[in-house]
Antibody, heavy 126, light 110 residues
Framework: QEQLVQSGSELKKPGASVKVSCKASGYTFTSYAMNWVRQAPGQGLEWMGWSNSNTGNPTYAQGFTGRFVFSLDTSGNTAYLQISSLKAEDTAVYYC???????????????????WGQGTTVTVSS | QSVLTQPPSASGTPGQRVTISCSGSSSNIGSNYVFWYQQLPGTAPKLLIYRNNQRPSGVPDRFSGSKSGTSASLAISGLRSEDEADYYCAAWADSLSGYVFGAGTKVTVL
C-alpha cells in the first residue's frame, strides 16, 4: 500500500544538525512532489516548502530559508529534511506529505497533500 | 497569526451538524482551491476535502466542503464521537507562492 515512513525521534543539542528521512513506497515517487510541514508543540500546521520530484528543485517558505535543506534520492524513493544550527524553537514534529505533480509540477498546488508520513519529533535541548 | 481565520473550537452532540468556517483573502481562498485536513489526537493529519468540495476515497459523505468568494466552510453532519479532532483549512497563497493554513478548529463531541 502507499505509505510514507519517516525516521525516528531525535534529541539534539542547540547548534547541532539533524537529518530527517521520509521513505516512500507503493507509488511512483517521481509522479509526486514532497512537502514538509512543521507542527510545534500544541500549535497548528505550518507549511515549510516542497521539493519538485521532476527536477529535484526545492522551494522554501518564508521563515525556512538558510538553515533548512530539502533533498531527494529518487533511486531510493526517499526525501530528506536537514536542519542545521538547531535552536530550541525548532523543537517540533516534522511531517512529510506528498502532492500529485501531474507532469512538470506546474500546478502541483491543485491537488493538496493526500498522503502523510507519521511525523518525526525533533527535540532541541541542552 | 495565521493567514486563514478559523474559530478555535466547535462542538455538538452526537447526530448534530457542525460547521467550521475558514476566512481568507482574494490572493488565497479567493483565487485557489481550499483543502481541509483532519488531525485525530496524536496522529498525522489526513486529507479530508480537496478542491473545495471533493472527498478522497474512504472519507464518509458526512463531511462536506464549500467555498464562496474568500471564505470556505466544512460541515460535519451526523456528528460521531470519532470525529473529535482538530480540523485545518489550507489554500495556496499567490502572494507567498506557498500554502497557508488556518490555526485549526478543535471539534468536541459533547
Amino acid at each position: 500500500q502507499e505509505q510514507l515512513v519517516q525516521s525516528g525521534s531525535e534529541l539534539k543539542k542547540p547548534g547541532a544538525s539533524v537529518k530527517v528521512s521520509c521513505k516512500a513506497s507503493g507509488y511512483t515517487f517521481t509522479s509526486y512532489a514532497m512537502n514538509w510541514v512543521r507542527q510545534a508543540p500544541g500549535q497548528g500546521l505550518e507549511w515549510m516548502g516542497w521539493s519538485n520530484s521532476n527536477t529535484g528543485n526545492p522551494t522554501y517558505a518564508q521563515g525556512f530559508t538558510g538553515r533548512f535543506v530539502f533533498s531527494l534520492d529518487t533511486s531510493g524513493n526517499t526525501a530528506y529534511l536537514q536542519i542545521s544550527s538547531l535552536k530550541a524553537e525548532d523543537t517540533a514534529v516534522y511531517y512529510c506529505a506528498r502532492s500529485y505533480c501531474g507532469g512538470d509540477c506546474a500546478n502541483y498546488y491543485y491537488y493538496g497533500m493526500d498522503l502523510w508520513g507519521q511525523g518525526t519529533t525533533v527535540t532541541v535541548s541542552s | 497569526q495565521s493567514v486563514l481565520t478559523q474559530p478555535p473550537s466547535a462542538s455538538g452532540t452526537p447526530g448534530q451538524r457542525v460547521t467550521i468556517s475558514c476566512s481568507g483573502s482574494s490572493s488565497n481562498i479567493g483565487s485557489n482551491y481550499v483543502f481541509w485536513y483532519q488531525q485525530l489526537p496524536g496522529t498525522a493529519p489526513k486529507l479530508l476535502i480537496y478542491r473545495n468540495n471533493q472527498r478522497p476515497s474512504g472519507v464518509p459523505d458526512r463531511f462536506s466542503g464549500s467555498k464562496s468568494g474568500t471564505s470556505a466552510s466544512l460541515a460535519i453532519s451526523g456528528l460521531r464521537s470519532e470525529d473529535e479532532a482538530d480540523y485545518y483549512c489550507a489554500a495556496w497563497a499567490d502572494s507567498l507562492s506557498g500554502y497557508v493554513f488556518g490555526a485549526g478548529t478543535k471539534v468536541t463531541v459533547l
